[in-house]
């Protein structure tokens, strides 16, 4: 194992009860002698750059826990010389003064879920008002990495748009979008996403004009230099563990089993518990790498072709758990609009950089 990340699940309790959230609460969290054997066990796997995750849930639920592990880990790497890049997923509605003090001083990247004009419309009513303030408290903070992620659905999508531009008008420099693909997008809905996702893109033009920046990852140009089909890396550069101690290859893959744990896809892809993998993962690891190593775009299917068939499947990406979320397995159907929408944000996509390149005159 060379981990450049690693995932604590700290907790599946949520105070929050979001309409496209497809996890299982429960009122489970991990204790301290988990956190400490996870780190004895996964540290000496550590890249020299790694990223630690806290996770829920809501994650700080079990500040108590995540203010421990990194303690821990801070005195495991005293003299070791590893770069430790903290990262936590929060609902925001915790953060108080001595919280967001901690995520200061670890230089913690921070994502926030909030969904702009939309907010209420899944997620806790009577709560928008109050992220309006968090997130321009956190502007303040320079040495935590903020960030916000805007889910929407066929029921939400008419505020795309302008949810995004308000975000971006709060300061925030790095909004991200997120489309729940759980539920079902009709040809009406997916014509309302077209609208708004053009919308958004002559915004974004305008913006870029005045700024000279692209604020919403989603338009950006690809940092990555790789080419070919897509393929899930779970289990090879990343692990996580869960509060009852569960090892699993990401941390999205134990919630979709939590229902499943007599089915054999679960046995596939289960590593086992923490003591026994830590006994025997010289064992267990090649035994189940085959599996997460075919987590491929290319093995995924819809009801009208197979992946491998598309002229597009090199630049598709379809996170295996999220595709089978929606009622399949690993690596079955991809619904049929999740392939719409990945095929009407490429196209997009493209459209915008014409229109960036001709504004640096690159284009013709």
Known sequence: MELESFTLIVTDDCNYDCVYCPQIKENLYIDESIIE?????????????????????????????IEHAVWYLEEKNKGQGKKM???????????????????????????????????????????????VEIIKEMTNHTDIEFGTNSVFTPESVD??????????GLGVANPRLALSTVDEWDDQSLFKLKEQLNDLKEFLISFYRENNTIPVSDFRRSESTDTGIFGCFA??????????????????????????????????FFLGHLDDFIKSHKTILPKRLPNYK???????????????????????????????????????????????INKLKKKIKIEFHKEIDIIEGRGM
Not at 159 to 168: E, H, M, P, R, V
Request: charged share 25%.
């Open 37 to 65: 054997k996870s780190l004895d066990f996964f540290y000496p796997f550590f890249t020299q750059e790694i990223s630690v995750n806290f996770y829920g849930g809501e994650p700080l639920l079990a500040f108590d826990q």
């Open 85 to 131: 890049k903290y990262s936590i997923t929060t609902n925001g509605s915790l953060l108080d003064e001595t919280i967001i003090s901690f995520l200061n001083q670890h230089k913690f990247s921070l994502l926030l879920s909030f969904d702009g004009l939309a907010h209420e419309t899944g997620r806790e009513k009577e709560t928008f008002d109050a992220m």
């Open 294 to 340: 075919n987590l491929f775009q290319r093995n995924f299917y819809t009801d009208q072709t197979f992946c491998f068939a598309c002229e597009e499947v090199e630049e598709c990406k379809v996170c295996p758990v999220n595709a089978a979320l929606s009622g399949s397995i690993l690596l079955g159907k991809i619904p049929l609009w999740t392939c719409k």
């Open 235 to 268: 289990a090879q550069d990343r692990m996580a563990v869960t509060p009852d101690g569960m090892v699993w290859g990401c941390f999205l893959f134990p919630d979709f089993f939590k229902d499943k744990k007599d089915t054999r896809e679960f046995q596939k």
């Open 159 to 168: 505020d795309l748009s302008k949810s995004i531009q308000f975000i971006i």
